[in-house]
């Protein structure tokens, strides 16, 4: 049974840039939340796909914009990259919208120079 | 508004017991969980308390008092592994996860 998948697991852009990360869900979840970690910070909520649709966002610009694919998958795009915007990115996938039983993928390291 | 509060690091001895404290408000409350998340690793889910009183699992315990706002993790018999951040987060009533910073706990021989 595959676990959260998320790729790529490292990525380096520069200032301006836009970037996607993709991540699977593991099998027979079919929500996706994205989140954002600073070094040395907690997880901070992105936004949430179900259903192909957005259902929830935290308190992140319209840069940040996503998509969820028939197959669950999700995508998560960043336009005009920032300094600020070098984090970890997290994925996690639920049974539902409605279920804070999250599990996590590795996560993508993006770097912004 | 939403506040997580937890230690930002705390240091303990191999064999020893450690107890990680977290406080919280926010908007709604269906459930306080721990997490532990090793350096450049995604969180993994140690426990779960939605009613007052200690849980215990393993090594690992964790308890919650609603009323006054407060959880702690409390980890036995610590091991070098042990060594990680450990994450407050709260379940507000949209589904969501609400994270304090974390908790860098280092373990020394």
């Known amino acids: 049974d595959a676990g959260v998948t998320q790729s790529p697991t490292h990525l380096i852009k520069t200032r301006g840039q836009q970037v996607t990360l993709r991540c699977s869900p593991k099998?027979?979840?079919?929500?996706v939340s994205w989140y954002q970690q600073a070094l040395g910070q907690g997880p901070q909520f992105i936004f949430q796909y179900y259903e192909e649709e957005e259902r929830q966002r935290g308190n992140f610009p319209d840069r940040f914009s996503g998509h969820q694919f028939p197959n669950y998958s999700s995508e998560l795009n960043v336009n005009a990259l920032l300094l600020g915007d070098s984090a970890l990115y997290l994925c996690?996938?639920?049974?539902?919208?409605?279920?804070?039983?999250?599990?996590f993928g590795p996560g993508t390291r993006l770097t912004v120079t | 508004g939403q506040n997580i509060d937890q230690p930002t690091e705390m240091t303990a001895t191999e064999g020893a017991i450690v107890q990680i404290n977290c406080t919280y408000q926010t908007s709604g409350f269906n459930g306080l969980f721990w997490y532990q998340q090793h350096a450049g690793e995604a969180p993994t889910f140690l426990s779960y308390n939605v009613l007052d009183g200690l849980e215990e699992k393993g090594r690992f315990s964790s308890f919650l008092s609603r009323s006054k706002g407060y959880s702690y993790l409390l980890l036995k018999e610590l091991q070098m592994k042990d060594s990680a951040s450990y994450l407050c987060?709260?379940?507000?009533?949209?589904?969501?996860?609400?994270w304090g910073a974390g908790t860098k706990l280092i373990i020394k021989p």
């Open positions: 099998s027979g979840h079919d929500t």
């Open positions: 996690a996938s639920s049974w539902t919208e409605s279920s804070y039983e999250q599990y």
């Open positions: 987060a709260v379940g507000d009533s949209n589904y969501q996860l609400i």
